[in-house]
């Protein structure tokens, strides 16, 4: 007889236990409220089934890396290229003109990020001494969700990343972004680039799909429609902490509605 | 899909994932406290308890383990 956690166990539950045990360990729990890109972190993703009948969840790293490489090359790619997000106008040229990096996992390396919300800030200038807007900014953190939708699918591109060091094969993947609807160009006043959120039918055919290059660009520049989402302004510790925490902000000007309402977006594939 | 507990005027964040063929519950408690694993273990006999994985934690895991059955139940 063993003794787990001081209750008395038959070895072949003490053995599963201790198998637990390690399984726990080795398992990152995707239950953050945020995921900072630039920390790298676990995530969960869809990719389909060898049959493309299903899909399976797995976990990857946020930033893609292609091929092979050691973990300094790595840091080293990240820290250059940013891979954290793709631009859909970007999936086959470059913005230099150049054959993408994108290309071939466009085709066929296609997956789906869940997420249940994204947080982007605004930036707001500085007011001087003289009642003059200054160059300099603050940022105010917003959460932005999808009404009535505890978890939505965004588009991404993944890699089998195999560590040089290490021999060991990491998932890692990018999100695809697209042009700011009306109430995203006010939140990400920076960019103006929301990312690209599907509906059921459009993740799917993203993942199953046997689709043309040109279906591939449409269903990744889709734009949600302002009127679908949800937002509200957070305290700035997401970024240290993962947890989100509503905050009002009484400076901060309100969001502008009218524009929301008469929305007339390019790429919209949510209908009325 | 995570759901939330209220144990002692605080509020816990309860996620629930298959591991090593169990099912095991993630407790978060926020930044301040490390976050707790328990699942069910069997006893000889056939009895059930809440267990943390790895060992330790075990006055926590009976506690919150009991409001997750109770959790659970309601939901059925």
Known sequence: ?272 | MPFELEINGRLLKVSEHELAGKRVFHVNFGASVKPLVITVAVAPGGKKFWTSIPQGRQREATDIGKLIAEHIRAKR
């Open chain 1, 1 to 272: 007889m063993c003794y787990y956690n001081g209750q008395k166990v038959t070895r072949a539950e003490f053995i599963q236990l201790k198998q637990l045990e390690k399984a726990v360990r080795d398992y990152d729990f995707l239950d953050v409220d945020v995921h900072n890109g630039f920390n790298y972190p676990p995530c969960a993703i869809a990719i389909a089934t060898d049959d493309r009948r299903d899909f399976e969840l797995v976990q990857a790293q946020w930033g893609y890396v292609p091929g092979k490489m050691s973990a300094d090359e790595a840091i080293a790619f990240r820290r250059k290229l940013t891979t954290l997000n793709f631009k859909a106008e970007n999936l086959w040229v470059s913005e230099s003109g150049k054959r993408s990096m994108w290309k071939d996992a466009a085709r066929s390396r296609r997956c789906l990020v869940l997420s249940t919300g994204i947080v982007e800030s605004r930036h707001v200038p500085k007011i001087g001494k003289k009642g003059q807007e200054l160059k300099e900014t603050i940022k105010y953190p917003y959460q932005v969700t999808l009404k009535d939708h505890e978890y939505f699918w965004l588009p991404g591109i993944y890699s089998d990343w195999l560590n040089t060091d290490t021999g060991e094969v990491t998932k890692t993947f990018a999100i695809g972004i697209t042009k700011a609807n009306e109430l995203m160009k006010q939140v990400h006043n920076s960019k103006l680039r929301m990312p690209c959120i599907l509906t059921d039918e459009l993740a799917w055919e993203w993942l199953m799909g046997d689709l043309s290059d040109d279906r591939i660009t449409e269903i990744a520049m889709t734009q949600i429609p302002s009127r679908l989402l949800e937002r509200c302004t957070i305290s700035p510790e997401y970024r240290l902490e993962g947890v989100i925490n509503k905050k009002e902000y009484p400076e901060l000007p309100e969001i502008k509605q009218e524009f929301i309402d008469q929305e007339v977006l390019e790429f919209d594939h949510w209908g009325k």
